[in-house]
């Protein structure tokens, strides 16, 4: 174990400097004690990735050209007032942000959009609905279309093309050493994702460790990609069985988080025996993969020593299902139609922000091990609600976390301008799972081929 120590904070905030030096555990914990918040200050944030393909053809989106990422954020800095993000003076836009939002790039030209947090999930879903319209005219104009599903459905890893970012480039090199389909996760797949807040390490830990017994029941209801290369792949979700085959350092459903009464302390040695991607100073990268950021911290790599701003980036290359940083993110779902995208953080906060929905949630999901739920996770990923989970039907396990959820927002009764609370959220959710379906369930309906066209999978998943 690291030992302790103390960084000195920024006048203006409690959190250290970037370049501060780490000396101990103490200076790793502070970003977590630093995040906690009060529940009168609790917040919902989404981020939602979205895949963009020709319209025509589904043709894939490069990075560069006339039709091409480069081309969107042109449009978007000139008629829309974005900002583009560099990681070097000379370097290539790799984001745009403006105000509390953000434009982000996933390594295959996955386009993420994260808007502010709010603290009612109608909010969310307002400013969500007017950044994408926004950008619908540019998509429009360059001929592309957005697809609704948590995996391209037609291209291959080597089609698909890298971000020119400097992490996504020795991500490129090393995490296929680490996984069978590390590539495949890392340029195909799509998620929409919850992010919330918590009170202090009691709070953040519990919602942490019934957060990841609850997500593979969650995946299954999200499951929303039955394509790849343009066949049916004979999963529901395609981009969670990607997920089941990538790097186990950094994956996954955290065991140790599992015990009774786990701490910070524990989040953070995971975190510290998880093996680095890069560091960077002084706009070099200095790629150190397989160094331990324990060993980073301890010895150093190539005379230069671990800071603060290391630790943070360390933090954001884990990949958990639910993961700790200043909020916690529910990350295990495929991302959804715009009617059906705001399920997933309202399920989330009706079932973490309710002290009623959380305690009967962890009362019904206490009993399961770590060692029975990963044994079907496989299984939920490729049958979606309809498989056994626990030795009960998965969609009656969704059921009960969806009547849990509806409570605890009704509870909440954070309200829309009609009123509505924000368990209307939920309806279309509630509608599939009393058919005993799943997103693609309904998709594989409207195109039962094995083989279908790129029109068929535009018409009934385009946007």
């Not at 200050?41 to 025509?56: D, H, S, Y």
Request: with cysteine; net charge negative.
């Amino acid at each position: 174990m690291v030992g302790s120590g103390a960084l000195a904070a920024d006048s203006e905030d409690t959190l250290p400097k970037l370049d501060a030096p780490l000396h101990g555990m103490d200076d790793l914990l502070v970003l977590f004690h630093d995040a906690e918040t009060p529940r009168e200050g609790w917040l919902v944030g989404t981020e939602a990735e979205r895949i963009a393909v020709g319209k025509r053809d589904g043709s894939r989106l490069p990075y560069d050209g006339p039709v091409s990422v480069n081309a969107i954020f042109e449009r978007l800095i000139a008629q829309q007032g974005w900002e583009a993000q560099r990681e070097s003076s000379d370097g290539p836009i790799i984001a745009l942000r403006r105000s509390d939002g953000s434009i982000t790039l996933e390594p295959g030209s996955q386009i993420e959009l994260s808007g502010a947090p709010f603290r009612s999930v109608h909010e969310g879903k307002l400013e969500s609905d007017e950044h994408w319209d926004e950008l619908q005219p540019v998509i429009d104009e360059l001929g592309l279309t957005w697809l609704a599903l948590g995996c391209h459905p037609f291209a291959s890893v080597d089609e698909l093309g890298w971000v020119p970012k400097l992490r996504y480039g020795v991500m490129r090199e090393y995490m296929p050493t680490r996984g069978t389909m590390a590539g495949d996760m890392m340029t195909k797949t799509c998620t929409v994702q919850a992010n919330l807040d918590y009170a202090n390490e009691d709070d953040a830990m519990r919602k942490l460790r019934v957060g990841l017994r609850a997500q593979p029941i969650v995946t299954a209801m999200f499951a929303n990609s039955p394509w790849n290369e343009g066949r049916r792949s004979g999963y529901k979700s395609y981009r969670a069985l990607a997920w089941l085959h990538m790097d186990p350092d950094r994956s996954g459903l955290l065991p140790f988080a599992w015990i009774d009464h786990p701490k910070y302390i524990d989040y953070v040695e995971w975190a510290l025996d998880a093996p680095m991607f890069l560091f960077k100073r002084g706009g070099q990268a200095y790629y150190n993969t397989g160094q331990t950021f324990r060993a980073f911290m301890e010895e150093g790599f190539q005379g230069v020593r671990a800071n603060y701003g290391d630790w943070v980036d360390h933090l954001s290359t884990l990949f958990p299902e639910v993961r700790l940083k200043s909020t916690l993110e529910y990350r295990g779902a495929d991302v959804q139609r715009p009617e059906m995208l705001f399920a997933l953080p309202a399920l989330w906060k009706g079932l973490m922000y309710d002290d009623a929905s959380l305690g009967a949630l962890e009362g019904l999901v206490d009993r399961w091990t770590f060692a029975e739920v990963e044994a079907q996770r496989d299984a939920l990923a490729r049958h979606g609600l309809h498989t056994k989970f626990m030795n009960r039907d998965a969609g009656d396990w969704a059921g009960e976390l969806l009547e849990l959820a509806e409570a605890g927002l009704r509870r909440i009764a954070d309200r829309n301008e009609d009123g509505d609370d924000e368990s209307v959220l939920l309806d279309p959710l509630r509608a599939l799972l009393e058919l005993g379906r799943c997103p693609a369930d309904l998709l594989l309906d409207e195109v039962p081929a094995d083989l279908p066209s790129p029109a068929d999978v535009i018409r009934v998943a385009g946007l």
